[in-house]
Antibody, heavy 119, light 107 residues
Framework: EVQLVESGGGLIQPGGSLRLSCAAS????????MNWVRQAPGKGLEWVSV???????YYADSVKGRFTISRDNSKNTLYLQMNSLRAEDTAVYFC?????????????WGQGTLVTVSS | DIQMTQSPSSLSASVGDRVTITCRTS??????LNWYQQKPGKAPKLLIY???SLQSEVPSSFSGSGSGTDFTLTISSLQPEDFATYYC?????????FGQGTKLEIK
């Protein structure tokens, strides 16, 4: 069964850094489109970033220059390095796989990890 | 960015009811429209992709239609487990964007 498990969330001060992980099982991260999507408390869903199998990356304007998506093929794990964190980055962060049909159709999701940016 | 507008924002219905949720986009997106279901504290679940294709293992009581700028999600006969929040999302252009959600509650 396809599974995605996020970790690495927590409480961090504004301006700080955090790295989220998403461990995948029953499929290969490097052969798939992998995304991060976030949801602020009580709010809707916001796409954050995508990593293509070939290595191309794209980011939402709200995180461009501060967040970096990457993967470790040997660990079959996706990462999101978050720097210069702001209060508005507070959210549950989900990793999500893109369907083969389109990278922006999210067919499997992790359970999410909560990031709270506060002093 | 493409703006997504769902209606209604909330809806009360009873088990067995037929329910329709609408999603309108700020520009034409062909059929690149997807629907997700989210229950409290859980991850979203893909229900419908490409406007009308049913995701694997999703009950056939869910259906989607539309193209261009106007789309609908229909639940033909509500079951207790269908009470949740529903989101539309466009995969036509970058960045992918979501509607604000429709909360479906038990009447």
């Amino acid at each position: 069964e396809v599974q995605l498990v996020e970790s690495g969330g927590g409480l961090i001060q504004p301006g700080g850094s955090l790295r989220l992980s998403c461990a995948a099982s029953e499929f290969t991260v490097s052969s798939n489109y992998m995304n991060w999507v976030r949801q602020a408390p009580g709010k809707g869903l916001e796409w954050v970033s995508v990593l293509f199998g070939g290595g191309s990356t794209y980011y939402a304007d709200s995180v461009k220059g501060r967040f970096t998506i990457s993967r470790d093929n040997s660990k079959n794990t996706l990462y999101l390095q978050m720097n210069s964190l702001r209060a508005e980055d507070t959210a549950v962060y989900f990793c999500a796989r893109g369907k083969t049909l389109s990278w922006a159709i999210f067919d499997y999701w992790g359970q999410g990890t909560l990031v709270t940016v506060s002093s | 960015d493409i703006q997504m507008t769902q209606s209604p924002s909330s809806l009360s219905a009873s088990v067995g009811d037929r329910v329709t949720i609408t999603c309108r986009t700020s520009q034409s997106i062909s059929s690149d429209l997807n629907w997700y279901q989210q229950k409290p504290g859980k991850a979203p679940k893909l229900l419908i992709y490409a406007a009308s294709s049913l995701q694997s293992e999703v009950p056939s009581s869910f259906s989607g239609s539309g193209s261009g700028t106007d789309f609908t999600l229909t639940i033909s006969s509500l079951q207790p487990e269908d009470f949740a929040t529903y989101y539309c999302q466009q995969s036509y252009s970058t960045p992918p964007t979501f509607g604000q959600g429709t909360k479906l509650e038990i009447k």
